[in-house]
């Protein structure tokens, strides 16, 4: 998942960052961790790219992320791409 936010770079980057502290404190000690998560900054804003081994813990992440987001200030994604990783790594 590709989600894309428009805006100050740092200042997103600041904020995405604080919003997904806030998903991780509200999650209990199972929760399901991405096994890729990378926050980028780009010339226009922040690209939060992310995979999970299960389509439960991605959409336990993708919902409970907004009301988080809202939490830090950020206002809804520009735009978010969802793909299915048929490959990871690089062997």
Do not use: N
Not at 22 to 45: N, S
Not at 59 to 88: C, V, Y
Request: charge should be negative; hydrophobic fraction near 40%.
């Amino acid at each position: 998942m590709i989600i894309r936010f428009s805006g100050d770079p740092d200042d997103l980057f600041e904020r995405f960052e604080r919003a997904r502290g806030m998903w991780m404190e509200a999650q209990d000690a199972e929760y399901e961790r991405p096994v890729f998560y990378a926050t980028c900054k780009t010339d226009g804003g922040v690209a939060i790219v992310s995979g999970w081994e299960t389509a439960v813990a991605h959409r336990a992440f993708g919902q409970g992320l907004h009301t988080h987001i809202d939490a830090a200030g950020m206002s809804k994604p520009d735009q978010i791409d969802r793909m299915r990783i048929e490959r990871f790594g690089w062997d």
